[in-house]
């Protein structure tokens, strides 16, 4: 498989759940990122992280925790959620974390209730 | 503080028409600039990138954008739209210096729609 891919594609979740989305890039980056896009806003920066180090995080609630295990894979766990964070959320790499091009998966799509 | 705005949120033309999509930023000096296509339910693909150099660039799928540097600008150009075109569209501006450099910016999208 090749790119940058996301699992899983949809998710709806209660806001007393615990949830974890997953990305793993083929592409051999460096760095990867998590974006947020909502209805009507640009899409938000969430983290950035370059070596399994974060480097960025953009005042995130701690509702959302992310994980980088390795430079291939990058986890975002969910938990106790509100309506207000249902979005598409993108997982995204580069080569490095101040690289110039990023490339992006096709999204989980978050349902909180 | 860099920012990015797509003046049209929703356009419609007829297929085989020419189509321009607007893009204007607001940054301390040229920074990298980009546009990509979001298909429904998809992630974002790159349609073409500006650098430096030429500042006519080609992308994928016939797509074409002129940076100029005199009105901040970054339109997205095609001759002939196909139906397979209908999409979302983002311009994105990314710091080449700085604490910054690397984030991007995007807008808030264009979505173009095609009548057959």
């Known amino acids: 498989e090749t790119g940058v891919t996301q699992t899983p594609r949809h998710l709806v979740m209660g806001m007393t759940n615990k949830k974890s989305l997953k990305c793993e890039q083929h592409?051999?980056?460096?760095?990867m990122y998590w974006y947020k896009q909502s209805a009507k806003k640009p899409l938000e920066l969430m983290f950035v992280?370059?070596?399994?180090?974060?480097?960025e995080n953009n005042s995130v609630p701690s509702r959302f925790s992310p994980e980088c295990p390795n430079s291939s894979h990058l986890f975002l766990h969910l938990h106790t959620l509100q309506p207000e964070d249902s979005a598409l959320y993108l997982c995204?790499?580069?080569?490095?974390?101040?690289?110039?091009?990023?490339?992006f998966g096709p999204g989980t799509r978050l349902l909180v209730l | 503080a860099q920012s990015v705005t797509q003046p049209d949120i929703h356009i419609t033309v007829s297929e085989g028409a020419s189509l321009e999509l607007r893009c204007n930023y607001s940054?301390?000096?040229?920074?990298?600039l980009f546009w990509y296509v979001q298909s429904p339910g998809q992630g974002l693909q790159l349609l073409l990138k500006?650098?430096?150099?030429?500042?006519l660039v080609q992308g994928i799928k016939g797509f074409e954008a002129e940076f100029k540097r005199s009105q901040s600008s970054f339109n997205l150009r095609k001759p002939s739209v196909h139906w397979s075109d209908a999409a979302e569209y983002f311009c994105?501006?990314?710091?080449?210096?700085?604490?910054?450099?690397?984030?991007?910016?995007f807008g808030k999208g264009t979505k173009l729609s095609v009548k057959p």
């Open positions: 995204a790499s580069s080569q490095g974390p101040r690289s110039e091009t990023q490339y």
């Open positions: 592409l051999g980056h460096n760095a």
């Open positions: 992280y370059s070596l399994e180090e974060r480097v």
């Open positions: 940054y301390g000096a040229t920074p990298y």
């Open positions: 500006y650098f430096s150099g030429d500042t």
């Open positions: 994105a501006v990314g710091a080449r210096y700085g604490g910054s450099q690397g984030n991007l910016i």
